[in-house]
């Protein structure tokens, strides 16, 4: 079981550019949730995604911001025409099923330059 | 509002010394609390959950607790090791779906 894969783990874009983030949850695992990560803060919730279905988009900027876990494939963060403050480390965890009882499992996140 | 607070920010002990970091939270309707590891430039490490029924988890020289009604959780190392030096994050999992982390602890062993 490789884990939670994010790619790239490294992207630099300059200001108006767009950038997409991808997640490969654990094998078994329906259920994704992004958070971001500025220097010296802790981890903010962004979107709760399973298959097909946004669950809880609450912590996700109204504008540029947009995620997506389509039936095939890993789920997508996109980022347009990105400005300096998106620069921070985005992460993605699984679970086998909603919070409660499961633990969350991480990715080791995606490192964001806007330049 | 639910938040979670990690005290002390920072911390730097001397090898083989026990030590605590703390975490606070409000709104004790919680699923579970979750310690993570975080090393620098990395992704976080589960180290402990702990369900809102438990009271503690130990895994080796790691044992967290639990006291939902006060709404603290402490995570106790004992015989610290240089390689335990990392940012320790602990995540509240609120029975509104919500998870919720604190901005973690950064510990140093001192060698």
């Known amino acids: 079981n490789a884990g939670v894969m994010q790619n790239p783990r490294h992207l630099v874009r300059r200001r108006g550019q767009e950038a997409r983030l991808r997640c490969s949850p654990m094998?078994?695992?329906?259920?994704v949730y992004w958070y971001r990560q500025l220097p010296e803060e802790g981890l903010k919730f962004m979107v709760y995604l399973q298959k097909e279905n946004i669950i809880d988009e609450s912590g996700m900027p109204k504008e540029r911001f947009s995620a997506e876990f389509p039936k095939e494939g890993p789920s997508i963060l996109r980022i347009q025409q990105v400005v300096r403050g998106d620069s921070a480390a985005y992460f993605c965890?699984?679970?086998?099923?909603?919070?409660?009882?499961?633990?969350?499992?991480f990715g080791a996140g995606s490192r964001l330059t806007v330049l | 509002k639910q938040e979670v607070t990690q005290i002390p920010a920072a911390l730097s002990v001397p090898e083989g010394e026990n030590l605590v970091l703390n975490c606070s939270f409000t709104?004790?309707?919680?699923?579970?609390l979750q310690w993570f590891r975080q090393d620098p430039g990395k992704g976080l490490t589960s180290l402990l959950l702990?369900?809102?029924?438990?009271r503690e988890q130990t895994s080796g020289r790691l044992n967290a607790s639990l006291d939902k009604s006060s709404g603290r959780s402490t995570l106790y190392i004992a015989a610290s090791q240089p390689g335990d030096s990392a940012t320790y994050l602990c995540?509240?999992?609120?029975?509104?779906?919500?998870?919720?982390f604190g901005k973690g602890t950064r510990l140093h062993i001192l060698p």
């Open positions: 094998k078994g695992h329906s259920h």
């Open positions: 709104d004790s309707a919680i699923y579970n």
């Open positions: 702990i369900q809102s029924s438990q």
């Open positions: 995540a509240v999992a609120y029975r509104d779906d919500k998870i919720i």
């Open positions: 965890a699984s679970s086998e099923q909603q919070y409660g009882a499961n633990v969350l499992t």
